[in-house]
């Protein structure tokens, strides 16, 4: 297994304070290599310092248009957000929306710009892309985001390409719907890998996490790691810092089991002995 590399990503850097202590003690005390920044976050001011502190951890842009909040003002975005500048929470019907209404097109390419800009003037090199419930995959997302990686220098993706079949050998239940997520979002990533070959982008050969979003956890971090066989892969998971609070909500503690799986000493052991060596997007197109 010596010649697989494998990124460690933890997504919605900057969405609160727990989340960035997650990502940052994930990275220097466990086998985060890598996160994507949410620039609208409650805590991006505080993500940026923290990155600036640990200049080694990769930061991606984490894109949003849905279920979070805009860069620019709802008078600028009007059918893109509501009177909060808050995107849509329901994602079919914002989908289709940004697919077949020219308005919101058009208003997505300002947004997205405006969150780039974001980025780029935090004074953060942009590792990667990627998007918040995989919304960059989305056609008309997914070629403004190429439009603008190659206009900021950036020229790595993610596709979220999980293998199903191995999905389902660790949890078989609601099996019909990964089928149907697997049948969508291979049709997906395929369009994706195309277009990103042809415009010189890399990306691994296959993203871990998407079947189990939600449930990620050291067992299966763990059962993943002896089973790796493509040779670049990313395991993203959703970290977070939570004390020990008796009132405290499922999705916390989820968050709470997705940070200590990162520091988990036989996650790390286990990395050590397979001899995979640990990497980030922008190292993808190095020898390995």
């Known amino acids: 297994m010596g010649n697989i590399r494998l990124i460690v990503n933890a997504d919605d850097f900057g969405a609160s304070e727990e989340v960035n ?67 849509s929470n329901q994602p079919v019907l914002a989908g289709m929306k940004y697919y077949f209404l020219p308005q919101a097109r058009q208003e997505l390419k300002k947004e997205l710009a405006a969150q780039f800009e974001k980025f780029h003037t935090s004074g953060l090199r942009c590792s990667h892309i990627d998007g918040h419930w995989h919304f960059h995959t989305h056609p008309v997302i997914f070629d403004l985001a ?43 990533c395929n369009y994706m890998r195309r277009h990103l070959s042809q415009e010189g982008f890399s990306c691994t050969d296959r993203v871990y996490g998407f079947f189990e979003t939600g449930r990620m956890n050291s067992t299966y971090f763990l059962w993943l790691l002896d089973r790796l066989c493509s040779e670049t892969n990313e395991i993203y998971l959703h970290p977070a810092y939570h004390r020990n609070d008796p009132t405290q909500t499922a999705a916390k503690n989820q968050c709470l089991a997705e940070y200590r799986a990162l520091v988990d000493e036989r996650v790390i052991r286990r990395i050590r002995q397979l001899g995979i060596h640990l990497t980030t997007y922008e190292a993808l197109s190095s020898p390995s």
């Open 21 to 87: 202590e997650g990502v940052i003690r994930g990275f220097r005390e466990g086998v985060l290599t890598s996160c994507s920044l949410i620039v609208t976050g409650d805590a991006f001011v505080q993500a940026v310092q923290l990155a600036r502190e640990n200049p080694h951890l990769a930061v991606g842009i984490h894109l949003v248009v849905v279920s979070g909040r805009s860069v620019l003002t709802p008078l600028e975005i009007p059918s893109l957000v509501d009177n909060k500048g808050c995107f």
């Open 146 to 188: 190429i439009r603008m990686g190659k206009q900021y220098g950036v020229r790595q993706m993610r596709v979220p390409e999980d293998d199903l079949a191995l999905a389902l050998r660790f949890d078989p239940s609601s099996s019909a719907q990964k089928r149907l997520y697997g049948i969508v979002f291979k049709f997906l």
